[in-house]
């Protein structure tokens, strides 16, 4: 079994004591086999990480990789024209090519810059695509087609009929569920309610229920969002997702950044996992989620870049430190410290995506999923007498991550991902959106 030492790192377990190791890290297969000190010099691949920084592989729990392509072309709006007037007509404009290159295009910044496993809501069509360079990359996921089977202003081709909707998912689901064994995880994807019947969201209910799986979706994210809602539902969102019996622990909800005091209630009693997306939420103008709240009621909480046009990056490094600033000025300087905001970004997202007991720390008998810092900078030094997570948190930077492994395999060395043909993706990249933008015209002809 193909093994690898890592020497002499100071190794950050975020294990329940949360100790920071002196030490080597040793992985068989795709396994933590043992940590410690001087675990010898046996392995096929020994790394010396003297006076580098190893971390458990963060975990993003909101991703749209189908819309990387996206980044630039959707800027300062706020979220339904955002999503009526750019993000939904190109999506519709997607194509099996374009959908692979923005997968790969998202991918390749997710692994460069630490991220080890995501939670991705793709779009409507060509999903298959995206999961193929899901399973290319190494990225360890948990993703599904977006479902949408009503709404304003939505292009025909992203417009479903309920039923093709879930007979497509299914069908994703029992091709690409358990894929690598396990490291492919199938989630169903209703967009968020103002895009789903109640008819389709009670079957996902069901469906989620069946097979055991995931159920991820946006919710409470704008304030026009939650007026529709309550307009069309009679009730708020969270009341709602409740009172359709969807408000569960399986629910991975993205933004909750509109919530009453009930809302919160709900998702602390339910079990409701949340993502929090504070780049996104500041960029669409949506506003600011009650984190600290969330926290002291024990929710569980975690941290997504979204996507790439409205962040625009998928860089965890961001995101941590953005959740913790923007609360100070509200909260106070001690509020979400950074131990509170490396949780999140760690064993927060291990227990959204239900795999706690195999990610989220490096302990042994856990998954490889790990990152190796490099933090011998300018920007990060001294690094003598300092406390290395608010030096992650608050110096550090994705060019400071130098490799990282998932699942036992190194997917990225020395800042070149191994499994995503950089140069390739690029000029692809570009190819794919001047085509789709082309499309754009006649895909806006909206019927109804
Ligand atoms: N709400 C419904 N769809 C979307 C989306 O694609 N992105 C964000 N940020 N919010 C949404
Ligand atoms: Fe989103």
């Known amino acids: 079994m193909p093994s690898i030492l890592i020497k002499n790192a100071q190794i950050v377990t975020m294990n329940a004591q949360e100790e920071i190791i002196q030490g080597d890290l040793l992985i068989v297969d795709d396994k933590i086999k043992s940590i410690g000190k001087d675990l010898g010099n046996q392995a096929d691949r020994v790394i010396d990480a003297t006076n580098k920084t190893v971390i458990p592989g963060f975990i993003q729990t909101h991703i749209h990789l189908c819309q990387t392509l996206f980044r630039g072309q959707a800027d300062d709006l706020e979220l339904m024209d955002w999503l009526q007037k750019r993000i939904w007509p190109l999506e519709a404009s997607h194509d099996e090519e374009s959908s692979y290159y923005s997968a790969m ?16 809501m793709e ?9 193929q360079a899901m399973a290319e990359s190494g990225i360890r996921v948990l993703a599904g087609k977006v479902m949408m089977d009503m709404g304003d202003d939505v292009p025909d081709l992203l417009l479903e009929d309920t039923a093709k909707s879930i007979q497509q998912s299914v069908d994703l689901l029992e091709k690409w569920n358990q894929y690598d064994n396990g490291r ?97 939420n500041l960029k669409l103008a949506s506003g600011i989620a009650d984190v600290p709240d969330m926290l002291e009621l024990g929710a569980n909480l975690s941290l997504g870049a979204d996507g790439a046009p409205c962040n625009n990056n998928l860089d965890m490094f961001n995101e941590m430190r953005m959740a913790s600033l923007i609360q100070k000025p509200i909260h106070g300087p001690t509020i979400m410290d950074a131990k509170t905001i490396f949780r999140m970004a760690t064993i927060g997202g291990a227990k959204a995506v ?36 608010p030096r992650i948190v608050y110096s550090a930077t994705r060019a400071d991550v130098e490799s990282t492994i998932i699942n036992g395999k190194i997917v990225m060395e020395k800042g070149t991902v191994k499994t995503v043909d950089r140069d390739l993706v690029l000029q692809e990249s570009n190819k794919s959106i001047k085509r789709l933008l082309k499309r754009i015209p006649s895909i806006m002809k909206v019927s109804s």
């Open 123 to 131: 779009t409507v069509n060509h999903t298959d695509s995206a999961f």
């Open 354 to 389: 239900g795999l706690e007991d195999q990610i989220g720390s490096l302990e042994v008998g856990k998954k490889a999923d790990v990152a190796i810092l490099d933090l011998n900078k300018f920007h990060t030094f001294p690094s003598a007498e300092v406390d290395p997570v």
């Open 184 to 280: 492919i995880q199938y989630a169903f994807c209703p967009r968020f309610v103002v895009s789903c019947t109640e008819e389709l969201l009670v079957e996902v209910r069901d469906l989620s229920n069946h097979y055991n799986v995931k159920v991820h979706t946006h919710a409470s994210e704008n304030r026009k969002e939650i007026e529709i809602v309550e307009q069309q539902r009679g009730m708020r969102n969270i009341v709602y997702l409740d009172h359709i019996g969807l408000a569960n622990e399986k629910l991975i909800l993205a933004h909750c950044v509109w919530l009453d005091d009930e809302e919160k209630r709900i998702i602390k009693e339910r079990g409701i996992k949340m993502s929090h997306c504070p780049g996104s």
């Open 105 to 120: 295009l998202g991918l390749g910044e997710l692994i460069q810059s630490g991220t080890t496993t995501i939670v991705d």
